[in-house]
């Protein structure tokens, strides 16, 4: 399977300024997942925004899928030092339970 | 807290050894995964499982194999270590059709062979 890119790799903000982060994919999906990794640690998940879906909000987080560019960002506003982690979009092919997950976006947030 | 447990948080294996590692899950899901993290390369798939018994290659089979012999329990084997196989590995679990839960993640085992 062919892997999505995550855009920018890295990323360095300061506290409060919001912090987005772009990520393309290459198949017909049934959705899209964003999850978070602290350092040396397991994934958590986020966010799921289906295909029919165009928009998603999680408290602070903020989500939008093009499927005509094959295309999805996260917005996350407000940040804080603690939002400081990797961030990682996963596509899960349509008719496929397989999620196939992007290089990911380091973000750093400056207290 | 629903949770996925890998057994070994750290590890260091000998070139040629046979090594284990162990996923456990607490929430009943059929689906489960194992793949390894790389640096510039992102995660990987290497196998998967639908159900007891059953095992799928993912992207990067080769020089691994699996065992599913319980549903919550999910085993990768080196079936002969070798030092590029020295990785981060991480197991998942989810639920058909993930719904809006995603996969849940357990901490991931820190292999290096030497």
């Known amino acids: 399977s062919q892997q999505g890119e995550e855009d920018p790799q890295a990323l360095s903000i300061q506290e409060g300024e919001n912090a987005t982060m772009n990520c393309s994919y290459k198949t017909s999906i049934n959705n899209l997942q964003w999850y978070r990794q602290n350092s040396g640690r397991g994934l958590v998940h986020l966010i799921l925004?289906?295909?029919?879906?165009r928009e998603k909000h999680s408290g602070r987080l903020r989500v939008t899928l093009d499927t005509s560019k094959k295309s999805s960002s996260l917005l996350i506003t407000a940040s804080r030092a603690a939002d400081t982690a990797s961030y990682f979009c996963a596509s899960e092919g349509a008719g496929s339970y397989q999620l196939t997950f992007g290089k990911g976006t380091k973000l750093s947030v400056i207290p | 807290d629903v949770k996925v447990t890998q057994s070994s948080r750290y590890l260091v294996k000998r070139t040629g050894e046979k090594v284990f590692l162990e996923c456990v899950q607490d929430m009943d899901h059929e689906n489960m995964f194992w793949y390894r993290q790389d640096p510039g390369l992102g995660l990987r798939l290497i196998y998967f499982?639908?159900?007891?018994?059953?095992?799928e290659k993912g992207d990067i089979p080769e020089g691994y194999s699996v065992s599913r012999e319980k549903k919550e329990r999910f085993s990768l084997i080196l079936e002969s270590a070798s030092t590029n196989q020295t990785s981060m590995y991480l197991c998942?679990?989810?639920?058909?059709?993930?719904?809006?839960?995603?996969?849940?993640f357990g901490s991931g085992t820190r292999l290096t062979v030497v």
């Open positions: 998942a679990s989810s639920a058909p059709g993930t719904g809006n839960y995603g996969y849940t």
């Open positions: 499982s639908y159900d007891v018994k059953m095992k």
């Open positions: 925004i289906r295909s029919n879906e």
